[in-house]
């Protein structure tokens, strides 16, 4: 029902913008979050819109590299990834997480989408 796209391979302070595009449930009434697993290390919550208004959160790791959005006609949630670094590294998922509160916590997902590869390298 979400299916996350726009990984690749890209250079050290390259961008990417991940798409998360959902089927079956409308975006505008979820909490949307983007999450990344690197190996070795458990998955961890990078970004999220809320439901209705679209306030905005950031983990604090991220330095303002990294921005969410969201296009309601196309039922889209973005990650615009810019300044990569080797340690953005990471398989990144996107989920719909219940509208309690603004967030979207590991534990209030509702909907995974699959995950998409980012590497970055020099």
């Known amino acids: 029902q979400l299916q996350a796209s726009g990984g690749g391979s890209v250079r050290i302070g390259g961008s990417l913008r991940l798409s998360c595009t959902a089927s079956?449930?409308?975006?505008?009434?979820?909490?949307v979050g983007w999450f990344r697993q690197a190996p070795g290390k458990e998955r961890e919550g990078v970004s999220s819109?809320?439901?209705?208004?679209?306030?905005?959160q950031y983990s604090d790791s991220l330095k303002g590299r990294f921005a969410i959005s969201r296009d309601v006609a196309k039922n889209t949630v973005y990650l615009q990834m810019d300044s990569l670094e080797p340690e953005d590294t990471a398989v990144y998922f996107c989920?719909?997480?219940?509208?309690?509160?603004?967030?979207?916590?590991?534990?209030?997902?509702?909907?995974w989408g699959q995950g998409t590869q980012v590497t970055v390298s020099s």
């Open positions: 989920a719909a997480c219940r509208p309690y509160g603004l967030g979207c916590s590991i534990d209030q997902v509702r909907y």
């Open positions: 079956g449930v409308v975006m505008y009434d979820y909490n």
């Open positions: 819109i809320s439901s209705g208004v679209g306030m905005t």
